[in-house]
C-alpha cells in the first residue's frame, strides 16, 4: 500500500510546488499587461505560499526572487533605484519571507511529530499481528495492512491464520475505536483465536470463544462503554481444500474472484458484531461455499470500502477485481489497491486485506477437480 500512496503523494506535491512560481509569473504578466496595478501584495503572498511545502533554503529563495521581481518592476515603473514605493515594497516582501522561513520550520517540526507519531502507531499494530505463511494446504496467503493518514493513535484491525487439525482457519476484524483500548481487545482477540482455532471440533464453537472472551473483557474494562464492538469474518477452509466455512459477525462482505468473477459472500443470515452477540442468542449463523481451484477468498476491513474520493463516492473493491488476474492473492490485493489509491487522495481509517488463494491442483499435486460456480450453501 506504501508505494501507492507515496506516488499519489508525489504527483499532489509536484503540483503544489509550482504554485510559487506560477505566482511569480502571474505577477509579471499582470504589472506588464496592466501597469497601475499594484503587484507588490500579490508577490507577498509567494513565500507564505512556499512555507509549508519547500525545505527552508528554498523558501527563503522564493522570498529572495519575489523581492528581486518586486524592486525590478518598481525601478521599470519609476526608474529609480530607491524610490519610496521601493523601500516600502522591498521592506514588506523582505519581512514576510522572514515570517515564513519561521513557519517553515513550524511546519517542518509538526510533519515530523505527526509522521513518528504515526510509524510508532503503525509498528505497533504490525508488531501484535502475527505472521501470516505464504503457502498451506495447497493455499496461498497474502496480506496488505496500512495506517490512517489522518489518525496518529494505534488502530484496532487485525488478522490472523493458523493452519489446525480442522482445516486452515481465518479471522479479520475490526475494533470499534482507537488506542489502548483497541490494542486490548486485539490482544484478546488474537490469543483467543490462537488457542481456539487449535483446539475447538467447529467453527460456531471458535465464533462463541471470542464472543465470551470480549463480553468478559468489556465487563472488567471500566473505561470500555457497552456500545464497544467489534466486526469479523470467521473462515475455516476443509482439509481438502473443495469449500469453506464464513461465520461473518457484522463485517464488510467478502468477495471471491474468479475467472473474471467476483462474488459477494453475503451472509444468508445477518449477525452481530462481537460483544454485542449477547443480543442475538447462542445461535452462530454459518454458510458453507465451494473453492474452486485457482478461486482467491478477499477479505478486508471497512477502511477499505469506506474510502471516499472527491465527490464523497464510496470505494468499491469489485470493479478492479473483475477482470482475469492470476491465481495469486498479492497480485489480487495489489489489483485493489491500486484501483483503491487512485480513487482516494488518503485512508481515512487504518486497512487491512486478507486474501487466501486455492491454488491449481497441478502445483500442488492434487487431482483436479471441475470448477464449480461458487454458491452458498446450507447453514451450518
Not at 28 to 57: C, E, G
Not at 70 to 77: A, H, V
Not at 164 to 181: A, E, F, N, S
Not at 285 to 290: G, N
Request: glycine content about 6%; some cysteine.
Amino acid at each position: 500500500m506504501e508505494r501507492y500512496q507515496r506516488k499519489r503523494r508525489s504527483r499532489r506535491l509536484a503540483w503544489s510546488r509550482a504554485l510559487p512560481p506560477a505566482v511569480v509569473v502571474v505577477a509579471v504578466v499582470v504589472d506588464l499587461a496592466w501597469p497601475p496595478f499594484n503587484t507588490f501584495p500579490l508577490l507577498a503572498t509567494v513565500s507564505l505560499i512556499a512555507a509549508p511545502m519547500y525545505p527552508l533554503p528554498w523558501t527563503i529563495t522564493s522570498g529572495a526572487v519575489a523581492c528581486l521581481t518586486g524592486w525590478l518592476l518598481s525601478f521599470r515603473e519609476s526608474g529609480e533605484v530607491l524610490s519610496r514605493a521601493n523601500v516600502i515594497g522591498f521592506t514588506t516582501l523582505l519581512t514576510l519571507t522572514v515570517v515564513a522561513a519561521f513557519l517553515n520550520r513550524m511546519f517542518a517540526r509538526e510533519r515530523e511529530q505527526l509522521r513518528t507519531s504515526r510509524q510508532v502507531a503503525e509498528a505497533v499494530q504490525r508488531a501484535m499481528l502475527p505472521t501470516v505463511p505464504e503457502r498451506a494446504r495447497g493455499l496461498a496467503m497474502a496480506t496488505r495492512y496500512q495506517a490512517a493518514q489522518e489518525e496518529a493513535l494505534i488502530g484496532g484491525d487485525l488478522y490472523a491464520v493458523h493452519d489446525t487439525p480442522h482445516g486452515l482457519r481465518l479471522v479479520i476484524g475490526d475494533v470499534r475505536g482507537k488506542g489502548t483500548k483497541s490494542v486490548s481487545m486485539v490482544n484478546t482477540l488474537l490469543g483467543v483465536f490462537h488457542a481456539a482455532a487449535l483446539q475447538l471440533p467447529d467453527l460456531p464453537s471458535v465464533v462463541q470463544a471470542a464472543e465470551i472472551q470480549v463480553q468478559d473483557l468489556k465487563s472488567r474494562e471500566e473505561e470500555m462503554p457497552f456500545e464497544d464492538f467489534v466486526t469479523a469474518v470467521f473462515v475455516e477452509i476443509l482439509p481438502d481444500r473443495s469449500a469453506f466455512r464464513m461465520a461473518n459477525r457484522g463485517h464488510p462482505t467478502p468477495l471471491l474472484v474468479h475467472d473474471g468473477r467476483v462474488t459477494a459472500l453475503e451472509p444468508k443470515e445477518p449477525s452481530l458484531p462481537l460483544g454485542l452477540g449477547d443480543l442475538a442468542g447462542p445461535v452462530v449463523p454459518v454458510d458453507r461455499y465451494d473453492l474452486p481451484p485457482g478461486a482467491t477468498l478477499v477479505l478486508f476491513t471497512d477502511g477499505i470500502i469506506e474510502a471516499r474520493d472527491r465527490t464523497g463516492a464510496f470505494f468499491d473493491p469489485v470493479p478492479p477485481l473483475t477482470c482475469p488476474l492470476p491465481p495469486d492473492p498479492g497480485a489480487v490485493l495489489d489489483a485493489m489497491l491500486a484501483a483503491l489509491f487512485r480513487h482516494t487522495d488518503e485512508l481515512g481509517d487504518d486497512a487491512a486485506a486478507l486474501a487466501v488463494t486455492r491454488l491449481p491442483d497441478e502445483e500442488t499435486g492434487a487431482e483436479t477437480s471441475a470448477p464449480v460456480r461458487p454458491e452458498p450453501g446450507s447453514r451450518v
